[in-house]
């Protein structure tokens, strides 16, 4: 995880970078300018985590819980409860986000496969196959209604 240094910044200072790096994220404006920041600026393990993140919370409002989206993720309840907290601390950030998203159809389709995969994933375990049938024929039904017609 990331490790900050011993020597703290005054609390202006800190303050003042912080102001910067939001101004130089509000100034990226195409995807491959936003993907060549984030391939400087993360590790590869932080350019793994903060999708995972984003992914949990969208699956934490959908209403699956902690042990499900473990499960599937293959991350920890430590993450999970942090991401968690936020949502229910606050979590405008997160809400703000996934409403967006979910406008974007290419976006929404990435979002209903990981759904199916832990649908697919719960059914094979060993769940009530039925249940599972059920939810996923009222997700098809759901995606015909709103499919536009071009």
Same mark, same amino acid.
């Given at each position: 995880?990331?490790?900050?240094?011993?020597?703290?910044l005054g609390p202006d200072v800190q303050k003042r970078?912080?102001?910067?790096?939001?101004?130089?994220?509000?100034?990226?404006?195409?995807?491959?300018?936003?993907?060549?920041?984030?391939?400087?600026?993360?590790?590869?393990?932080?350019?793994?985590?903060?999708?995972?993140r984003l992914c949990i919370a969208y699956l934490l409002l959908k209403g699956y819980n902690h042990r499900t989206i473990s499960s599937y993720l293959k991350v920890s309840f430590t993450t999970l409860?942090? +991401? @968690?907290?936020?949502?229910?601390? !606050? #979590?405008?950030?997160y809400t703000l986000v996934l409403k967006r998203l979910q406008k974007q159809e290419k976006i929404e389709k990435i979002l209903k496969q990981i759904?199916?995969?832990? +649908? @697919?994933?719960?059914?094979s375990? !060993? #769940?009530?196959?039925?249940?599972?049938?059920?939810?996923q024929n009222e997700q098809r039904r759901q995606t015909y209604r709103n499919r536009k017609p071009f």
């Amino acid at each position: 995880m990331t490790q900050i240094s011993r020597r703290a910044l005054g609390p202006d200072v800190q303050k003042r970078i912080y102001e910067i790096f939001v101004d130089v994220l509000k100034e990226v404006q195409t995807s491959s300018e936003v993907q060549s920041l984030l391939e400087d600026f993360l590790t590869p393990t932080e350019r793994v985590m903060l999708p995972k993140r984003l992914c949990i919370a969208y699956l934490l409002l959908k209403g699956y819980n902690h042990r499900t989206i473990s499960s599937y993720l293959k991350v920890s309840f430590t993450t999970l409860n942090r +991401v @968690s907290t936020a949502l229910k601390t !606050g #979590g405008q950030g997160y809400t703000l986000v996934l409403k967006r998203l979910q406008k974007q159809e290419k976006i929404e389709k990435i979002l209903k496969q990981i759904e199916e995969g832990i +649908v @697919s994933m719960l059914a094979s375990i !060993g #769940g009530p196959t039925q249940v599972w049938k059920h939810i996923q024929n009222e997700q098809r039904r759901q995606t015909y209604r709103n499919r536009k017609p071009f």
